[in-house]
């Protein structure tokens, strides 16, 4: 199965501007280029004999881009990451966008252009309110992709950034949302597609803060048989990278999981992934989680405004998706159950005890103790500092 999912790629010449373009030899892929670059056709072919319905996308030119967000302004930037720059944008129509430019200076030409072609052909799949909204692309003078602009932007900006609280009721429903956004993903997708890259920074907020998934550089599809995927080189956020991901390369549903779990968090405490002083907020809560410490935990920015209930199924629902074996932690159907109070157990610590006699996958994890996933964090986090 490994051999045949290895893609092969040939070169080829598209559009003025933009060479070494790099194409699948088989001519279903070929017809996908094509066809995203006319945006004419009524069907676009995705990977194999998947047909989804054609995304409404512009095609734009660069100087569209350019002019719409006065040629990259850095007044303009309002995101940065390893692999791209986000800048807002004002289009002739008078739409508002933010204009994600693909970066990935450590990559060559090629790679870079075959991850901007997995990532329109992952979008392509994907039609949920808890998405981000694609509006089209450019490969004029580079890689770009228009995005539907959200006006409170990344969850991030909000509640790292602002200098106003977030409320709980807004914090529960991004969890909710979140969890509802990454179930779809895995489950309810024409392919199973799994993000590997969920953070604050990816979530977007649209005006009545419902939270949309966003940036799906890093996703993989994985075959419905398939139980995981090995990756190489381990690309991610610091901070929300499960055990297994950072450590064997694996990767599959638990991964985005784990990196919920880590999010759930952020919104509980108000503190990032990675504090300044680069302590791991997993460890940090571990302690509090287990012994159910409510008011240690709970961001002090929110006093008591908050509902009690709701704060124990956030939780509950954080301290079993950052468990360091993967088995041990919920899907996402399960993880949104929890977080609605749907089906949640009575006796928590029973059914605690009761997972950790299941049967562990083949990964090498069977003796991974919380010991280890601390030392292996920390050495991962002075691997990736240096």
């Known amino acids: 199965m490994k051999r045949k999912s290895i893609r092969r790629f040939s070169m080829i010449q598209l559009f003025g501007g933009y060479e070494n373009f790099l194409l699948p030899k088989k001519n279903i892929k070929r017809k996908l280029l094509a066809r995203i670059r006319s945006a004419q056709e009524d069907t676009i072919d995705c990977c194999h004999d998947f047909v989804v319905p054609k995304p409404s996308w512009r095609n734009f030119s660069f100087d569209e881009l350019a002019i719409a967000t006065d040629y990259f302004a850095p007044d303009n930037l309002i995101g940065k990451g ?29 790679d870079r252009v075959g991850d901007f072609l997995s990532e329109l052909g992952i979008i392509a799949h994907i039609n949920n309110t808890n998405a981000a909204k694609l509006i089209g692309f450019s490969v004029d003078g580079g890689l770009h992709l228009v995005l539907q602009y959200l006006h409170h932007g990344s969850l991030a900006s909000v509640l790292h950034g602002g200098e106003e ?89 638990k991964t985005d999981v784990f990196a919920f779990g880590v999010l759930v968090l952020e919104l509980i405490t108000g503190r990032r992934a990675v504090d300044s002083s680069r302590q791991s907020l997993v460890m940090w809560a571990k302690p509090m989680l287990e012994q159910n410490n409510v008011k240690e935990l709970v961001d002090p920015r929110l006093g008591d405004a908050y509902d009690v209930v709701e704060m124990k199924r956030a939780m509950f629902t954080a301290s079993t998706c950052i468990h360091h074996l993967p088995n041990m932690r919920p899907n996402m159907k399960r ?9 949640v157990p009575i006796d928590m610590k029973q059914k605690s005890m009761e997972g950790r006699a299941l049967m562990l996958d083949a990964c090498d994890l069977e003796d991974y103790s919380s010991t280890t996933y601390l030392k292996d964090l920390n050495r991962h986090m002075q691997l990736v500092m240096e």
């Not at 692999?83 to 090629?110: F, M, P, R, S, W």
């Not at 993880?335 to 089906?343: H, P, T």
């Open 82 to 110: 390893g692999h791209a720059e986000v800048y807002k944008g004002h289009l002739q129509d008078g739409q508002v966008v933010a204009v994600k430019k693909i970066t990935k200076k450590e990559k060559n030409d090629e």
């Open 335 to 343: 993880a949104v159950q929890l977080l609605k109070g749907e089906n």
């Open 165 to 253: 609280c977030l409320e709980w009721n807004i914090r529960y429903k991004v969890a909710v949302g979140v969890a509802e956004g990454l179930c779809y993903l895995h489950y309810d997708c024409q392919r199973r597609i799994i993000h590997r890259d969920i953070t604050a920074s990816n979530i977007l907020l649209t005006e009545d803060y419902e939270p949309q998934i966003s940036d799906f550089g890093l996703a993989k599809w994985l075959p419905e048989k398939w139980v995981h995927h090995v990756v190489s080189p381990i690309e991610g956020t610091f901070g929300y990278m499960a055990p297994e991901y950072f450590m064997h390369g694996l990767v599959h549903e």
